[in-house]
């Protein structure tokens, strides 16, 4: 078992609610071995599991960045909403790659 920043949260997320793995993974449309797995660390989350905790557990904004950036931390990247913003706007992302080179240029 990797205990990590996800499987902590998800863990208290999943004791808090009372609900089993079965009845979660009835509730989320997934196997109940999957979302084991994810609690044991054995597994890594994708957005759509991500995305499904959201709306399930209804969290808001400052819950919602709590969860996605312990899901980048345990697998050491970029949250999944970051890499979203990112991708559909594309100007800020060169905003950074040049903030970045000018930095390197200064040093």
């Given at each position: 078992m990797k205990e990590t920043e996800f499987t902590i949260l998800f863990k208290t997320m999943r004791a808090n609610s009372n609900l089993t793995l079965r009845a979660l993974g009835e509730d989320l449309g997934l196997s109940a071995s999957y979302l084991n797995d994810l609690e044991k660390g054995n597994r890594k989350p994708n957005?759509?599991?991500?995305?499904?905790?959201?709306?399930?557990?209804?969290?808001?904004?400052?819950?919602?960045?709590?969860?996605?950036?312990?899901?980048?931390?345990?697998?050491?990247?970029?949250?999944?909403?970051?890499?979203?913003?990112?991708?559909?706007?594309?100007?800020?992302?060169?905003?950074?790659?040049?903030?970045?080179?000018?930095?390197?240029?200064?040093?």
């Open positions: 957005e759509r599991v991500v995305e499904a905790l959201v709306t399930f557990y209804n969290l808001s904004l400052n819950q919602q960045r709590i969860l996605y950036d312990s899901v980048a931390n345990s697998a050491d990247s970029l949250p999944f909403d970051v890499i979203r913003f990112l991708k559909e706007n594309p100007e800020e992302l060169l905003k950074i790659i040049n903030t970045m080179q000018q930095n390197d240029l200064k040093r």
